[in-house]
T-cell receptor, first 116, second 111 residues
Framework: GAVVSQHPSRVICKSGTSVKIECRSL??????MFWYRQFPKQSLMLMAT?????????EQGVEKDKFLINHASLTLSTLTVTSAHPEDSSFYIC????????????FGPGTRLTVL | GQNIDQPTEMTATEGAIVQINCTYQ??????LFWYQQHAGEAPTFLSY??LDGLEEKGRFSSFLSRSKGYSYLLLKELQMKDSASYLC????????????WGLGTSLAVNP
């Protein structure tokens, strides 16, 4: 149980285009989903916390107009990187929190974004 | 401020035991997690501690001392596939479910 999928796994796009990444909890309902980015050999950096049906809470320094998050249902959250630039190239990972005593976060497999 | 410390790198031998330490200073405490992350992949959940003591799960065990702000992950009978980064994460007090992450310990298991 507690499987999270993420799509696409890898994307290459031109500078200035937008990219949408989907995160789905496959076998449980996730009241909260998290979006992270990770640069090579660095730890996870939380970008935003997303609750179903409400606006995402962004971490300091993360532009909400550039990284659009939509959490339309208890099993789906999307991250759209708008007007992507080469410095947005990174590994983007979502996690879904299984509501309960531990609120453990289960991670999707990640999306490798390369902006040319 | 909030801070989590763990060693940057560790090396061990196949079949041996290794202990990865994590110390934390957070505004309140509401659980500590250990995750394993192989290069190029997403983290996978290993263990959760909220009360003091040892939690054992197969070859992996995790210990917590809340009074000392200290945890360790113990890996027994090391295998080559255990070479990975091990992340310690703490959930601070409050209704916020987000985690504070350590920088990870890169473990290399040698034959």
């Amino acid at each position: 149980g507690a499987v999270v999928s993420q799509h696409p796994s890898r994307v290459i796009c031109k500078s200035g285009t937008s990219v949408k990444i989907e995160c789905r909890s496959l076998d449980f309902q996730a009241t909260t989903m998290f979006w992270y980015r990770q640069f090579p050999k660095q730890s996870l950096m939380l970008m935003a916390t997303s609750n179903e049906g409400s606006k995402a809470t962004y971490e300091q320094g993360v532009e909400k107009d550039k990284f659009l998050i939509n959490h339309a249902s208890l099993t789906l959250s999307t991250l759209t990187v708008t007007s992507a630039h080469p410095e947005d190239s990174s590994f983007y990972i979502c996690s879904a929190s299984l509501a309960g005593a531990t609120d453990t976060q289960y991670f999707g497999p990640g999306t490798r974004l390369t902006v040319l | 401020g909030q801070n989590i410390d763990q060693p940057t790198e560790m090396t061990a031998t196949e079949g041996a035991i290794v202990q990865i330490n994590c110390t934390y200073q957070t505004s309140g405490f509401n659980g500590l997690f250990w995750y394993q992350q192989h290069a190029g992949e997403a983290p996978t959940f290993l263990s959760y501690n909220v009360l003091d003591g040892l939690e054992e799960k197969g070859r992996f065990s995790s210990f917590l001392s809340r009074s000392k702000g200290y945890s360790y992950l113990l890996l027994k009978e090391l295998q080559m596939k255990d070479s990975a980064s091990y992340l310690c994460a703490v959930r601070s007090a409050g209704n916020n479910r987000k985690l504070i992450w350590g920088l990870g310990t890169s473990l290399a298991v040698n034959p």
